[in-house]
């Protein structure tokens, strides 16, 4: 790879940055597939980029599939290179677009794993509330159920990014969103009991910006709440695949199932493309069937 499209893989990856904020790992990957189309139209064809036309890019698709490359590997190199060249085309890089009529690949989204009512109320009930840490790890099950953020959202709250007079938590998402999603009376009233005295024994005096400290007086990390989360769910009688995201598609698909619309869960899960969320309603739907084959005489 020349000198040239290394510049050029730089610029276009610090644009995506500064336009959509994409994360450090999504920005990573794309300059690497950019890296390997480059080194693959330097070695077969003896050109770049900028010269690529749209059978070359046929024809290195057509390469990763004969080398054996999934089919969602090859849709987030289409989405790149489409990215990548929509960019250039904007800057006067080129004078056509090579990836306008280029399709990306059908990927079926495997259905999330998810919880029961049932499995969430058991979980809920599984930490020892008479003890500081135990009265955390159920107002932070509490808080997660109730508005469906991500791990790191939650690990990361602030105390001020809480208002329980209104019921509410403001949420700070992927490429820096704002969001506000409400708590409910339940978590709200967890919320409350933790930060009257639960908190502050765990501080024991000591500062910590989070809103749910270790003992340490630390931020927690994601590997801890996984932990604290796969001992309380074994203690609950949960033997089915469980992470902090599983309690995500949990208040998800609960909310579809309960009847709410899929606009307003997609802005209260911080997605940016309604298409991610549309994933829930196939299990809302699957859930349907079940109910109807267990219930219905005909079933």
């Keep these: 790879m020349g000198e040239e499209d290394a510049g050029l893989i730089e610029r276009f990856a610090d644009a995506l940055w500064m336009e959509r904020g994409l994360s450090a790992n999504t920005l990573q990957a794309y300059q690497r597939d950019l890296r390997a189309l480059a080194g693959w139209l330097d070695k077969t064809r003896g050109g770049r980029l900028l010269a690529a036309r749209s059978a070359d890019l046929h024809d290195y698709l057509a390469h990763l599939h004969r080398e054996g490359r999934k089919t969602r590997t090859a849709a987030r190199v289409v989405s790149c290179l489409r990215q990548f060249y929509r960019h250039a085309l904007r800057e006067g890089w080129i004078d056509a677009d090579p990836m306008a009529h280029i399709e990306a690949p059908k990927v079926r989204r495997p259905l999330p794993h998810s919880l029961t009512e049932q499995d969430v109320v058991a979980l809920l009930h599984a930490p020892d ?19 469906g953020l991500r791990v790191s959202e939650l690990i990361g709250l602030r105390p001020e990014q809480v208002s ?5 938590v403001r949420v700070m998402g992927k490429g820096g969103k704002e969001r506000l999603v409400p708590l409910g009376d339940e978590a709200q009233e967890w919320l409350a009991g933790f930060m009257l005295s639960p908190r502050k024994a765990l501080l024991k005096g000591r500062l910590c910006e989070a809103l749910f400290p270790t003992r340490r007086s630390c931020r927690m990390t994601r590997q801890t709440f996984w932990y604290l989360i796969r001992r309380h769910a074994v203690a609950a009688g949960i033997d089915k695949p469980l992470s902090p995201h599983t309690v995500r598609h949990a208040f998800a698909t609960h909310l579809l199932n309960h009847g709410a619309d899929l606009r307003v869960v997609q802005m209260l899960l911080g997605h940016a493309d309604l298409s991610t969320t549309q994933i829930y309603t196939h299990v809302a739907r699957e859930r349907l069937k079940e109910l109807h084959q267990r219930h219905h005489p005909r079933g």
Excluded: K
């Design 129 to 147: 509330t008479e003890t500081p840490e135990g009265f955390r790890d159920r107002t932070m099950l509490e808080v997660l159920y109730a508005t």
């Design 164 to 168: 329980l007079t209104q019921g509410l």
